[in-house]
């Protein structure tokens, strides 16, 4: 079974939790060691959490437009496969178009 994007992130904040309590107990022995130390943990965690966002969204958006393909209709216009019926729909469809960004924006 995988896991959804919700639960990956909930695994990763608990995991931000148990450091941010560990850092907490660290900084009342070695203040100025254990602060740095967990500014560098929480950091890391953080920045595996927002990775694995990115994946998960990166191959959503790789299954979406595995499905809304290009294709040649007889008279050499194009249309996406699954959103038109017999081309009536022309390319990019209105999901590929959502997943470009706005104009002027790149
Ligand atoms: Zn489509």
Redo the contacts with the bound molecule.
Sequence with gaps: MTDTSDERRDRYVAAIQVRLRDAADAICYDPEDAAADAATAVADAEQRALRAELDDALASIKRVRSV?RRREGDSGSTY?E??SNHGDIQWP?A??RALEPPKGTR
């Design positions: 809304h996406c699954p959103c469809c999901t590929i």
